[in-house]
Structure formats: structure tokens, C-alpha cells
């Protein structure tokens, strides 16, 4: 049995037409409330609706049947018989499914049910869900959720016709830890247009945005850090082992977790720590990086990193966490410096060198593949067959006749016991 299938795809350039279903756990927003993930998944959709195609989303907030509840990291769907059977009914209707963000059984399910229906699925790893547990969970918590979303991750690769992620060191942790092998790197290139050489902002915007960010002070070094205020970007470190002379100016906020509060709480212009607590548009943004002398991230949580590499694209240097995504974008000392933000020393050189790089620096050269091309390649291919094609496949799948029962356990208590979670907002669930 196949998909509709029948979708028309003209040359490059011209209209096509076909349905694809974004199942995910969260859409957000272009302008800085989700992670760089979400950012690049959100371009990838307006560049196929642009191109012709049909967009159909089943995500929290999106569809009425899509029940959630929320934790301190984001909402997470849960596979209720009204979820699964409309996922169900928009897999009938589909060509392609798209997968970003695997923590919840309902992913795995809708990529099972697409191979049943021979429909192309393409899955793209944006958040490194074992520092999500590491960050926001202890002791057996940490323990059972590692486990739920290992293997909710490992079967949904299994399952998916293509799979890719954002960085080359994501892809390999992803390879290391959990046994998944992906396709390749995705990016979706128009996602920084507003940072591109060819945007020209004015002297006076520029002096205007370092008078902002440095509280007055624009004569002293100024760093930058800009995105989402939340307790894994480790902001405190940027406060705590900048040089005394140097100002840091923390542009963002959070999602009302607390940690937004705490960061805000740290504004104070005597000691060069200025907080602009608002999410900005990518051009107001770009006048920003190009007016500061560099910018920093202490985080640890990475997949790639988008504000380093719109950083870069403004001619400023970075100095970032020696950790995740992070690493695919400095290369010697090119683009600027990897550090343990936890060693002062290391840091306070580290920043003082970067110095000497301003409007020298370029994005590093990777290898990458644009994510329109990966659909339309997938579009233009038959359906999948429904066993695995590959060793790799049947590697993956076949454990899961011991695991399945365990991960059954897990599920049950995911679906049914809400409250046990750590600070579980349950009034937040779907009626």
C-alpha cells in the first residue's frame, strides 16, 4: 500500500506539489523563543511552501489532538488513542514526513505506520537529548528517561528512509553512544540570510548598537552573548571569568522557567554586565554582532550552535564552550578560540587574543547538505519497502524484541503518571 505518491515535481525553479506532515513535539518561533533546531526546521518549511508544496503540522499548539504536557525542558506529546489515530489520518493524506525532535512515542509510531503506507520519511536530530537529561534530571529520573529517549531516538532512525543531523560531531556522538549512522549534515542556508556580507548597516546604527550593549561605555572590549536565556547556556560563566575591563552584554530571554529571572537579576553596568532582556529581529541582531568585538557561549548543549556561525558571518571572532556543534565551527584559530569556560586563565587569554580578530574571521567550509535538496531527492524516489533494506537496519530493529517490553513500561508511565515528573506542569495538558 503506498502514500498519495502521485505528486507532480517540476525542474528546479518551478511549482511543485505534494503533502508532507512536520510531526514534532513543538513549532516555535523565528525569532528566538526555541532553540537553533526549531529555527532551522521552521526555514526548511517556509522554503517548501515558498517552492509549492503542502505543509500539515501535528505538534504541540498545532493540532487539536496533539496532547501534551509540559516539563522544564519543552512539551511532550503524548500517544493517546486521539493523537495516534490523527496521526494516523495525516499519514493517509501525506508524501513525505518530516521528524525533528524524537522525545515522544508518538515519533517512532508515525514512522512505522509511513513505512506500512510505503510514505518517504526524513528524520533530522537538532537537540542532543542525552545532555537534555543530564541537564534536567537526577538519579533514577535521569536514569529512565536517558533509556526513554535513547531508544525512542535508536527506533526512530531505524525506521526513517533518511537521517541527519546539524553538526559532524553531533553525527558522531549520535554514531558513539546511541548506535545511530546518519545520512549526513542538514543545513538550510537561507535560514542566515539577514547575517550575509551584503547586508550593509550604516557606522551610525553600529555606534549606536555599542553604546546599547556597553551601557555607555563603548571605548571598553565588549562581548556579546545572544539567544535563549535558559540555565543549560551556562551564562553565569560568562559573568563570573570575563576580564574586569571587559564588558558582556547578554541579549535574549528564557521561557518563564525561572532561569530568565536569575539572568536578568545579574544586570549591573558597575561591573560590565549589561542584560538587554527581549528577543530581537536577525537584522537588529546582525547590527549587534557587528558592533561587538566578540562573541562568547559557555554552553555545553550544542547540537551546532547558530549564533556562532551568524557571528561569524558578521566578521566577529568567537570564543565558545570546547564542547558539541561548537567544535565543527572553529578550525585552529581561524575563526577564533575553544575553551573550558570553566578556567578563568584560559578564558581571559582566550578573549584578549579574539580581540585581534575582529572583521577577520569567516565561517569555517563544511560538509553539508541543503535540506530542500534532501526532500525533493526523497520525493522523486519510490516508497520504502517495509523491512529494513540494509545490516544497519536490521542491526537496530532486531534488539528490540528484547527491549520492547521495557520500553512498553516506560511508555505507560510516561502516558499515565505525569505528576512523578520533576516539576511537571500537568495543567498544562490539552483538554
Request: include cysteine.
Amino acid at each position: 500500500m503506498a502514500g498519495k505518491g502521485g505528486a507532480e515535481r517540476g525542474e528546479r525553479g518551478q511549482r511543485r506539489t505534494g503533502s508532507i506532515l512536520i510531526l514534532t513535539n513543538r513549532i516555535g518561533t523565528f525569532s528566538g523563543h526555541t532553540g537553533g533546531g526549531s529555527a532551522m526546521r521552521e526555514k526548511l518549511c517556509a522554503a517548501l511552501v515558498r517552492e509549492g508544496y503542502e505543509l500539515k503540522m501535528f505538534a504541540a499548539g498545532k493540532h487539536e489532538s496533539a496532547d501534551v504536557v509540559f516539563t522544564d525542558y519543552c512539551p511532550m506529546m503524548l500517544p493517546t488513542w486521539r493523537a495516534l489515530k490523527s496521526i494516523w489520518k495525516l499519514l493517509k493524506e501525506s508524501d513525505l514526513v518530516i521528524v525533528s525532535g524524537s522525545y515522544t512515542p508518538c515519533i517512532p509510531f508515525g514512522l512505522l505506520m509511513a513505512k506500512i503506507l510505503g510514505i518517504r520519511s526524513l528524520v533530522i536530530f537538532t537537540t542532543d537529548s542525552d545532555q537534555v537529561v543530564r541537564t534536567y534530571y537526577q538519579g533514577i529520573e535521569r536514569l529512565v528517561w536517558w533509556y526513554l529517549y535513547s531508544w525512542t531516538d535508536r527506533l526512530t532512525a531505524s525506521l526513517a528512509s533518511k537521517v541527519y543531523t546539524r553538526s559532524e560531531e553531533y553525527q558522531a556522538k549520535l554514531r558513539n553512544l546511541h548506535g545511530i549512522c546518519c545520512d549526513g549534515v542538514m543545513v538550510q542556508s537561507d535560514q542566515y540570510g539577514a547575517f550575509h556580507a551584503e547586508q550593509r548597516d550604516s557606522d551610525e546604527e553600529i555606534r549606536k548598537a555599542r553604546d546599547l550593549l556597553s551601557g555607555g561605555n563603548s571605548h571598553r572590549p565588549l562581548m556579546i552573548y545572544a539567544g535563549r536565556w535558559a540555565a543549560e547556556k551556562r551564562i553565569e560563566l560568562l559573568v563570573a571569568n570575563k576580564p574586569r575591563d571587559f564588558i558582556v552584554a547578554i541579549v535574549g530571554n528564557g521561557d518563564g522557567s525561572g532561569a530568565a529571572d536569575a539572568i536578568h537579576a545579574m544586570h549591573n553596568p558597575d561591573e560590565g554586565v549589561i542584560c538587554l532582556r527581549e528577543f530581537v529581529s536577525h537584522d537588529r541582531l546582525r547590527v549587534m554582532y557587528k558592533a561587538a568585538d566578540i562573541h562568547a557561549s559557555a554552553s555545553d548543549f550544542e547540537s551546532l550552535g547558530n549564533s556562532a556561525h551568524e557571528s561569524l558571518l558578521c566578521g566577529t571572532p568567537v570564543v565558545l564552550q570546547r564542547a558539541g556543534g561548537y567544535i565543527s565551527q572553529v578550525e585552529g584559530e581561524e575563526q577564533g578560540f575553544l575553551v573550558d569556560w570553566k578556567d578563568k586563565q584560559e578564558v581571559q587569554e582566550a578573549l584578549r587574543k579574539a580581540l585581534k580578530l575582529k572583521n577577520k574571521v569567516h565561517p569555517r567550509q563544511r560538509k553539508t547538505e541543503e535540506g530542500t535538496e534532501i526532500v525533493r531527492r526523497l520525493l522523486a524516489k519510490p516508497g520504502p519497502a517495509l523491512l529494513p533494506c540494509s545490516l544497519y537496519g536490521w542491526r537496530v530493529l532486531l534488539p528490540w524484541t528484547l527491549r520492547f517490553p521495557a520500553f512498553l513500561v516506560l511508555t505507560m508511565a510516561y502516558v499515565n503518571l505525569p505528576n512523578s515528573w520533576p516539576r511537571a506542569l500537568v495543567q498544562g495538558q490539552a483538554k
